[in-house]
C-alpha cells in the first residue's frame, strides 16, 4: 500500500502563488505516475498536472498550462505543485494521487486510473 499526504493549502487572492507538498510513503516502489487532481463544489474531480516517476515527463490540464508546474524530489518521495497567477475558478480541494501502472502517463489524466488517494488539502482563491 501507498499513503499520500498533501499539506500547503490555504486562502490565496487572485493573482497570488501557493505551493502544494504531497508526501509518499509504504510501497512507493509501485508508483509510476503521481499526479493533482482538483474538485470544486458540485463539480467532477478533474486532473490538473502528472507526473511521471522515472524521467520528469509531466503534463498539465489545459487550464493550468503555463501557471502551474509539478516536480518531484524521488529521494524524499515527495511532489510539489507550484501554482501562480492563482484565479477564482482554481480554487478547490486539491488531491495527490498516485498510479502503478506503467503506462500511466500513456493515458488520459482521469482519476479512475489512479491506484492511491492522499486525504485532500483546501485551495481558496478570493478575487
Known amino acids: 500500500q501507498v499513503q499520500l499526504v498533501e499539506s500547503g493549502g490555504g486562502s490565496v487572492q487572485a493573482g497570488g502563488s501557493l505551493r502544494l507538498s504531497c508526501a509518499a510513503s509504504g510501497d512507493t516502489f509501485r508508483i509510476r505516475c503521481m499526479a493533482w487532481f482538483r474538485q470544486a463544489p458540485g463539480k467532477e474531480r478533474e486532473g490538473v498536472a502528472r507526473?511521471?516517476?522515472?524521467?520528469?515527463?509531466?503534463s498539465y490540464a489545459d487550464s493550468v498550462k503555463g501557471r502551474f508546474t509539478i516536480s518531484q524530489d524521488n529521494a524524499k518521495n515527495t511532489v510539489h505543485l507550484q501554482m501562480n497567477t492563482l484565479k477564482p475558478e482554481d480554487a478547490g480541494v486539491y488531491y495527490c494521487a498516485a498510479d502503478a501502472n506503467p503506462g500511466c502517463f500513456s493515458r488520459d489524466l482521469r482519476a479512475s486510473e489512479y491506484d492511491y488517494w492522499g486525504q485532500g488539502t483546501q485551495v481558496t482563491v478570493s478575487s
Open positions: 507526473i511521471y516517476r522515472f524521467g520528469d515527463y509531466t
